[in-house]
């Protein structure tokens, strides 16, 4: 079956060879004829904001911490023990004494080695929860499977002053571990509801809508860290920040959105018709097939989808959780600085995810290129460029201005990621989308847990190039 612009669309979902069941349509009743009635902004799109923001708030609380230890850490009690000649010159040093500003909030003396497997934790509850959290969600919906665990991660933020004060290190990697497994179920849940929501031919810019949250989030995380943490504020405003935003999201999420179309009551009749007739996917109900394990491990796209996904998180999860200690501790950035520039990246990266999004389904809607193609060439794009500028911005050493252009330009290439192997798994198998992502986001995420793993003997690193002193 053919939509209007000539999509097949069963031919995708027909690679890991499943079968695509006819979606059931509902039954009106008289308060749904009229609240559809007085719809005016496609549900679709309400949802993609949504999903945009929850994304948002999912990177935001996971971010936080990256900016929020350097001002957590004690390194002004020997300044000439971490003073390297050799090093970058700092904003923070005043005159010719190499005096470091004062932290009055930085309390806690941990080595590289001890930060960095702080960093890492959330990866490890991250990685335990996708492949349960995509069964929970296709079992019984992506709406509450997404809502509860971001909001379970938004308590968790809430409450971080308070774990470390009272249990230092070892209670905030475990509270880190339990952060990433409420964040577990969120790309699994989004998988499964745009599959149900969203028709193939415009799945290039909804993807990028969405996804782009995490750019979002990466840009409002740092530029209000770092203006939470100047001037000697006390670190904790950051998680009370970012979980009470956290709060708030899931309030709007649970009256706004819901998991397939036909179980909306707010969703006009002509966009639900276009919907059921134009995105092929099962209704989510208790006789739904099980899961096609077999037939996903045995399909040679999906494993080129997972590796696709390692390689691309490997260079994300370093820029994520090594760009503001890299700016602060090796370009020697102060604080303020430091989130300001942090953020430019993902600025560039959130712009050219629209730019490639939107030119990606203007390809496949003009027949100028199939799907498939779309996606090698997006996907290609997001994983050399990157990967380039990377390079190049480790050898800049202290040229701040030439490391912060290749940070920005190897993230704003980054952008073709999204509408190009992100939604490809809506492609490969729509009714399983949230199985799938679950995979190739677990064996993704180990990525996240090695980057920040200190290098040299457990001294100072960059997760860009080695910098030991």
Avoid at 299 to 318: C, E, F, M, R
Avoid at 348 to 367: E, N, P, Q, R, Y
Avoid at 406 to 428: E, H, I, P, R, T
Avoid at 444 to 464: D, R, V
Wanted: charge should be positive.
């Amino acid at each position: 079956m053919e939509d209007e612009n000539g999509v097949n669309q069963t031919q995708a979902h027909n690679l890991l060879g499943l079968k695509t069941p006819v979606p059931q349509r509902r039954n009106d009743t008289a308060l749904t004829k009229t609240l559809r009635s007085c719809c005016v902004i496609p549900q679709r799109y309400i949802l993609g904001v949504m999903g945009l923001l929850g994304v948002c708030n999912a990177y935001t609380m996971r971010v936080c911490l990256n900016l929020a230890i350097t001002q957590m850490v004690n390194r002004t009690k020997s300044s000439t023990e971490h003073f390297d000649p050799d090093a970058c010159p700092s904003d923070d040093i005043v005159g010719g004494n190499h005096t470091i500003t004062l932290k009055p909030y930085a309390i806690f003396d941990w080595d590289e080695k001890t930060q960095g497997l702080i960093l890492s934790g959330f990866y490890y509850g991250y990685a335990a929860t996708q492949v349960p959290g995509g069964y929970l969600a296709e079992k019984f919906g992506g709406k509450w499977t997404l809502g509860v665990g971001l909001l379970s991660t938004a308590l968790f933020t809430f409450l971080t002053p308070i774990v470390i004060r009272a249990g230092g290190a070892t209670w905030l990697f475990i509270l880190r571990v339990l952060q990433g497994m409420g964040e577990g179920p969120t790309m699994p849940a989004l998988m499964i509801m745009l599959a149900r929501w969203v028709p193939p031919h415009e799945r290039g810019f909804q993807g990028a809508l969405v996804f782009g949250g995490a750019q979002i989030g990466n840009i409002f995380g740092s530029f209000m860290s770092g203006i939470l943490l100047s001037d000697g504020r006390d670190w904790a405003y950051v998680f009370y920040f970012f979980g009470g935003f956290g709060i708030l999201w899931f309030t709007l999420w649970s009256l706004l959105c819901y998991s397939t179309p036909n179980t909306h009551p707010y969703i006009s009749k002509k966009e639900l018709n276009y919907l059921n007739k134009s995105v092929t996917t099962a209704e989510n109900s208790s006789k739904k097939d099980p899961v096609p394990w077999k037939a996903i491990l045995r399909s040679v796209p999906a494993w080129a989808l997972v590796w696709a996904a390692v390689g691309h998180d490997w260079g994300y999860y370093t820029m994520v959780t090594d760009l503001p200690k890299y700016s602060h501790d090796v370009l020697k950035f102060n604080i303020a600085t430091t989130g300001v520039l942090t953020a430019l990246p993902y600025i560039a990266m959130w712009i050219s995810s629209f730019i490639f999004g939107f030119v990606c389904d203007l390809c496949i809607k003009k027949g100028w290129h199939t799907i498939k193609t779309g996606r090698i060439i997006h996907t290609t794009i997001a994983a050399t460029g990157p990967a380039i500028c990377i390079i190049m911005a480790s050898y800049s050493g202290c040229d701040r201005v030439a490391a912060m252009v290749y940070f920005v330009l190897s993230m704003a290439l980054m952008g073709g990621f999204y509408s190009g192997m992100k939604v490809n798994a809506l492609d490969l198998a729509p009714n399983y989308a949230g199985s799938l992502t679950s995979l190739v986001n677990t064996t993704s995420t180990f990525a996240g847990i090695i980057t920040p793993q200190p290098s040299c003997n457990g001294e100072q690193h960059s997760g860009f190039v080695s910098l030991c002193w």
